[in-house]
């Protein structure tokens, strides 16, 4: 499932891409591409990319911790053994 998900981010960042493109070469075609729309298509671009970045790291699956070796068992015999007085029984 991990890895849907990451492929439709990478679609859907891949299609931001391209409309970004798009729309900068149509802007340029126009005469109309100036500094500020120039870094407002970087920053959204950059914002997309650390987004996709972000996604795709928050559906990988966690790495499951390394299992500890059991650790030694030892019997250790200085308790005493006390038992209670048993009740006599009633005939």
């Given at each position: 499932?991990?890895a849907?998900l ?8 891949s299609a931001?891409?391209?409309a ?6 149509l ?7 100036d ?5 407002a ?8 990319v650390?987004?996709a970045?972000?996604g795709?790291t928050?559906?990988q699956p966690?790495p499951?911790p ?6 030694a068992?030892t019997?250790v015999?200085t ?8 009740l006599?029984l009633?005939e």
């Open positions: 499932m991990p849907l990451t492929l439709l981010i990478v679609a859907l960042a931001g891409a391209t970004l493109v798009i729309a900068v070469v802007l340029r075609r126009q005469g109309r591409l500094a500020r729309r120039g870094f298509t970087a920053a959204l671009a950059v914002v997309g650390a987004s970045a972000f795709i928050a559906v966690a499951h390394t299992p500890e070796p059991p650790a068992v019997v015999d308790a005493v053994d006390v038992q209670l007085p048993t006599a009633d």
